[in-house]
């Protein structure tokens, strides 16, 4: 298998750490240990104390499964897969279910390995695009023309990285129905989910949508914990299920002991946890609203409905990886260029997850003071 590199990732090796201010990381600002542990039910804090530093089993802790399943409508315990953090678990996905003479139809823009590794595994691929235009709008007609006699899986997220985008019900309902009727699988990344900005907004998952969808998750994004790297598969299809479970055997074996208890302390907590984290969210969007108010002609942007990121446009005549290089150098903000998600249209992805995001967007005002006025 050959991957091309991962060209977010390799632009944050360069940066994330040495970056004074990210005005773009993916996540909600982790969790401190304490306040987390804090939050602990009695058993939690017994698992956690007690804890013994061996192998764990290779599914997932019974009781974390269960937690993870209680976030489904559909699911039970044996329903759920953990992994190390989303990633591992995309890997796996498309490597089950990918190989020559498949085809996958996945969206553009993506977080990249949604797409890279199946186009690694062997499969043909076919990219939907989501465009500004529409609003980062998934059009399911285009969904539809993409579906071919040997696509084995169409890839959605909800809301979308790095857009913010999230469809409306019927947009969704419509891709469950494509999903069903062409025989190819619905996979949704989910990593965004439950960081709605309206409730009323969410989506069913993949996994309670139908018999034989996935659901991936994370602990990373909307409960923002990326540090555990616990994420997981949900399918009600225990077949696909047993061969992801055997394929694991080759990656991680199983999860880390003290973030298997962590993540089942948060997720027993998930409304406080959640409270907290849009909270954040939250209270940075409407600085952003003023911000772009302030800044037409010069950066636009599609409002994101969900999740901790957007997708602006720099309109001014600048190219964006030369924009975001002079930023940070200038003035120690790191924004993320579109062209890490191969985009052509001077985009970048903003992250509204963190508590120092106002300071952060005072700089790129007054750098935008600087060079556009
Ligand atoms: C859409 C999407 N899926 C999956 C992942 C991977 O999550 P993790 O790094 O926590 O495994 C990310 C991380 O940025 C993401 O944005």
């Known amino acids: 298998m050959r991957l091309q590199d991962f060209a977010l990732e390799r632009f944050?090796?360069?940066?994330?750490?040495?970056?004074?201010?990210?005005?773009?990381?993916?996540?909600?600002?982790?969790?401190?240990m304490q306040e987390l542990l804090a939050l602990a039910d009695s058993d939690g804090r017994r698992r956690w104390d007690d804890l013994r530093l061996g192998y764990t089993e290779s599914p997932g802790?019974?009781?974390?499964?269960?937690?993870?399943?209680g976030l489904y409508e559909r699911v039970s315990a044996d329903d759920v897969l953990?992994?190390?953090?989303?990633?591992e678990a995309i890997f796996a996905i498309h490597n089950v279910l990918l190989g020559a003479g498949d085809h996958a139809v996945v969206v553009r823009p993506a977080y990249q390995s949604l797409a890279e590794?199946?186009?690694?595994?062997?499969?043909?691929?076919?990219?939907?695009?989501?465009?500004?235009?529409?609003?980062?709008?998934?059009d399911t007609d285009e969904v539809r023309a993409a579906l071919r006699p040997n696509t084995r899986l169409i890839l959605d997220n909800e809301p979308?990285?790095?857009?913010?985008?999230?469809s409306d019900r019927p947009t969704f309902d419509r891709l469950v129905e494509l999903a069903a009727e062409s025989g190819a699988r619905l996979i949704v990344d989910e990593v965004y989910r439950f960081l709605e900005f309206d409730p009323a907004d969410r989506l069913p998952a993949g996994a309670d949508a139908l018999e034989n969808g996935v659901s991936i998750g994370v602990m990373s994004k909307s409960f923002a914990l990326a540090g555990l790297r616990i994420g997981w598969i949900v399918t009600r299809d225990r077949e696909l299920l047993a061969r992801l479970a055997a394929f694991k055997d080759y990656t991680t074996i199983c999860n880390s002991a003290p973030a298997e208890v962590l993540s089942l302390i948060a997720l027993r907590a998930r409304d406080r946890v959640l409270a907290r984290n849009h909270g954040i969210v939250e209270a940075n969007l409407?600085?952003?609203?003023?911000f772009f108010a302030r800044w037409p002609g010069v950066f636009e942007w599609v409002r994101p409905r969900g999740?901790?990121?957007?997708?602006?446009?720099l309109v001014a005549d600048v190219p964006i990886d030369r924009f975001v290089e002079d930023l940070v150098r200038e003035t120690g903000v790191l924004l993320l260029p579109g062209t890490v998600f191969a985009d052509a249209g001077n985009h970048f992805r903003?992250?509204?997850?963190?508590?120092?995001?106002?300071?952060?967007?005072e700089r790129l005002e007054s750098y935008a003071a600087r060079t556009f006025r």
Do not use: Y
Request: proline share 7%; with cysteine; aromatic share 8%.
């Open 117 to 138: 590794v199946a186009r690694a595994a062997g499969a043909d691929l076919t990219r939907v695009d989501l465009r500004e235009s529409g609003g980062w709008r998934l």
């Open 12 to 32: 944050f090796a360069r940066w994330e750490f040495n970056a004074e201010l990210l005005l773009c990381a993916s996540d909600v600002e982790g969790w401190p």
């Open 286 to 290: 409407p600085l952003l609203d003023a």
């Open 160 to 166: 979308h990285n790095p857009t913010g985008a999230l």
């Open 307 to 313: 999740g901790s990121i957007g997708f602006p446009r």
């Open 82 to 87: 953990v992994f190390s953090g989303a990633e």
């Open 350 to 361: 903003l992250g509204f997850g963190r508590t120092n995001m106002p300071e952060a967007l």
């Open 61 to 69: 802790d019974p009781a974390l499964r269960a937690a993870i399943a």
